[in-house]
């Protein structure tokens, strides 16, 4: 079974950037795609972005095109959340899952979940 821990997180001002990781446990994690998602207090979980089990597909929403990029290091299980040009509505709960529903934008879709990471972004 494949565990998913995210790390990275922190408190930064408006215009910074952070790296999020989303370390995975588990032989078979190489054959799941990632996803990140975010939550806000108050407000469903909503998707950021996804990258197929190979890392060659990425996806993204609208909202963070052009300022995030997620990459993958299978020989290392893990996926990262590379987020430039923070601003303060990027401030959320970011959590990283697993799915064999490449590409999905529905956390329904994800079956496996870390436990989060909080980030912070002041204005």
């Known amino acids: 079974q494949v565990q998913l821990v995210e790390s990275g997180g922190g408190l930064v001002q408006a215009g910074d950037s952070l790296r999020l990781s989303c370390a995975a446990s588990?032989?078979?994690?190489?054959?799941?795609?990632v996803g990140w998602f975010r939550q806000a207090p108050g407000k469903e979980r909503e998707f950021v972005a996804a990258?197929?089990?190979?890392?060659?597909?990425?996806y993204y929403s609208d909202s963070v095109k052009g300022r995030f990029a997620i990459s993958r290091d299978n020989a290392k299980n893990g996926v990262y959340l590379q987020m430039n040009s923070l601003k303060p509505e990027d401030t959320a709960v970011y959590y990283c899952?697993?799915?064999?529903?490449?590409?999905?934008?529905?956390?329904?879709?994800?079956?496996?979940w870390g436990q989060g990471t909080q980030v912070t972004v002041s204005a």
């Open positions: 899952g697993a799915t064999g529903n490449e590409g999905s934008t529905s956390y329904s879709d994800y079956k496996i």
């Open positions: 588990g032989r078979t994690f190489s054959m799941y795609a």
């Open positions: 990258i197929s089990w190979s890392g060659g597909r990425t």
